[in-house]
């Protein structure tokens, strides 16, 4: 909370009314200012300043339906406090030597701590099963030393030779503020007390010191210093509003949300409750002989001691079945570690880590066969460094890494983005060596493509490979003269022809241009962008390549002629360009 909002609170109007009473009490019951009934009126006005707080925290706490019903309960309770002390103080006033409580007064403020007190034994408890156990026995715990407490002053001499109504009163006042202690105890430890720890601990001071009053203090300082005992009976009420003010404050600025962020802690006041007794235990040794009062100290000492001793063995059963599972958790662990490893290990994929610079920060062992290199040459160099030239740039779901012979292998990638988790911080790459199905692939591919005996395209390719816009020259060639070569020679001598027209028509054609058999002794050229005017001299070319004698078998020397028919126009139109070339080659080996 901001320094600022904790100085306004501790300025609440309602908190400087409170302590101006408090500080007005010590001259107004110290030197005798008030009159008969005094102490009674003030603590009928307190009562109805509860009430009024009381409800107010309801209305605050209407969405925690258990919240909201232990604040009606204390309003409901401070009620009958309030009409028991406005009794009493009518009875002091017909009365001025009225000084202890009556029966009516004492009834009605039992009834009203009692209502209050089992509607924080049935607040539900934060945690479940063992854990709750804890937080029993640790209110057990504080309850069993405030109780030796209360036991001790309860049966001191002052007391036991009190009027029997006062020791009836003080008894039961006792009992009541013992059980409400303990409410206040249970609340706060179950870590879902609908109350902050301050104003919880302010609350609880004012009830033990409301109990003590009822014991020793009213008893002893009563009989030698009346008026001193009026202001110790009425200080320790005064706490209560406090309490219920400042939780109000605390919630409306949100407190109690920051309070319950941090979760809940292991509490000390048990601890302290047992120092508390063992303290208590050698006092009562040494300032008594044994009695009634010393064995209730030892009775209590040795029972918060058990119920110390059986919360430190169900914690330690606790820790040791923590053990037990963590210890279950990491075989589970290096089993599920030792699987993955082998996995791993014996894997024919390659699994590689990349971080956001591009390094390899994690190969697995099957680049070693994959790749011919050990993870350890891997992991720190760039990825980039191991692919192809032409991969680099446009990587895509087909790479080629570099194998340790220089030689590169095909891979089939898989990324996953793991960057955000921070036991992997990359990107994972699973790659799987494809490099044969690729061969394959590719040699599959260019047999479908190619005309198998010279390696050009075939006119599948053709169509494929024309273009879609522009212009576009398409130059049909037919051999002249190759059928008597077929027929003397062969047909081995006639292929041998075909590959070397083949060879030099790709070699006259353009870099940019297509070369390819349709069939038989028929070749195209298809060259995109040249005009019609170009191709009729790229023919003239081809007529003159192709007349070169070729050497067959046997070191002879056969020639052939070539009729070119030349088209050229839209790329769109590239069937009926073709046709046109087809009747111009037809023209032309009529004319010759």
Known sequence: MPDGARRSRWLDPVLLVLAGLAVAAVPIFGLGWGGPGTNWALQTVIDVVEVVLALRLARVDAANRPARRLWLAAAAGMLLCAAGDLFQTVRAVADPDLHDPGLVQTTLITAGMAMVVVIMLFHPLGGTGRQRLRLWLDAGTVLTGVAVFLWYFALSPAFTTADPAGRYAGTVNCAVMMMLAFGLVKLALGGRAPFTRSAGAISLVGVIGIGLNASAPASAIGATHPRLSLIAQLLPCILMPVSMRLQELQRRTGFVAKAASRGHRPSRLPYLAVAATQVLLVIALTQSGPGVRVWGVAAGTVLITALVLTRQLAAFTDIERLLAQVDAGMREVREQREWFESLVRHSSDVTLVISPD????????????????????????VLADHLHPDDRADAGAQLRLRHADGSYRWLDIVGTDLSANPSVGGVVLNARDITEARALHDKLRHQATHDPLTGLANRALLEQTMPRSGTVCVLLVDLDGFKPINDRYGHHAGDQVLIAVARRLQAVSRTEGTAARLGGDEFVLMVPSMTAAAGRELAS???????????IDGGERVTVGASVGVAAGPARDAGRLLREADAAMYRSKASV
């Open 541 to 551: 070319l081809i007529t003159e390549v192709v007349a070169e004698p070729v050497e």
């Open 358 to 381: 591009g390094r390899i920060r994690y190969a697995s062992p099957a680049s070693s066969r994959v790749l011919g290199l050990d993870p350890a040459q891997l992991e720190g160099t």
